[in-house]
């Protein structure tokens, strides 16, 4: 999604006694849906979800693991339908008083560090910020195929990506610029994304 510029001038979140507590499918599906009324935006919540906990399994991390990389996709978002001009601080101070892990909320907090001021620290920082521009730009051009996802190649959306006035307002600069964060190339990066976000649990 677009980000607008919110510095939140601070780089520490959450607090270390909370570390290794998450919240509960149902809260985190009770946030989602309170809060955000858009489906569009919603989709894109749940794809990123699903390719942060499908990363975080293939790394062969634990349950926990998994769930926290979930769920800081899956909420990553949750401010910016109502309070786009608040993003993403009242999501943050959200799961700072529901005591959350300290690393879920800095994933959050550093998704877009152009507008954030939060620099991506941790692999799962780094994968939500790779994974947030991309997921929205491979769905769009999912939707303009007949075919949706299947046969979709890499070299399909490298293309779109040299197409400046297709999904003009995703940044090409971040996508590369997260990509080198990851230690990925995009080209792998997109190829993860095709091979899995098509099976996103969007109920
Ligand atoms: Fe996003
Ligand atoms: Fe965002």
Redesign the pocket.
């Known amino acids: 999604?677009q980000?607008s510029v919110l510095y939140l001038n601070r780089q520490e979140f959450g607090k270390a006694e909370n570390s290794g507590k998450i919240l509960s499918p149902e809260e985190a599906k009770g946030i989602l849906d309170d809060w955000v009324k858009n489906d569009r935006l919603k989709v894109h919540m749940k794809q990123v979800a699903h390719l942060m906990g499908a990363y975080a399994k293939e790394l062969g991390l634990s349950d926990l693991e998994v769930a926290m990389w979930y769920q800081s996709g899956l909420l990553?978002?949750a401010d910016?339908d109502q309070w786009p001009d608040q993003?993403?601080r009242k999501i943050i101070e959200e799961l700072e008083c529901r005591n959350v892990d300290p690393a879920m909320i800095r994933a959050i907090a550093s998704?877009?560090p152009r507008y954030f001021g939060v620099e991506p620290v941790s692999l799962m920082d780094k994968m939500l910020y790779a994974f947030?521009e991309l997921s929205g730009f491979v769905h769009a051009y999912s939707l303009m195929r007949p075919e949706g996802y299947v046969g979709m190649e890499v070299k399909g959306v490298k293309k779109r990506l040299k197409d400046k006035t297709f999904a003009a307002q995703v940044s090409r600069e971040d996508i590369q610029d997260a990509a080198e964060r990851a230690a990925m190339t995009v080209e792998d990066l997109i190829s993860f994304v095709i091979s899995h976000q098509a099976n996103a649990d969007l109920s």
């Open positions: 999604m980000e990553h978002d910016w993003h993403c998704h877009g947030d």
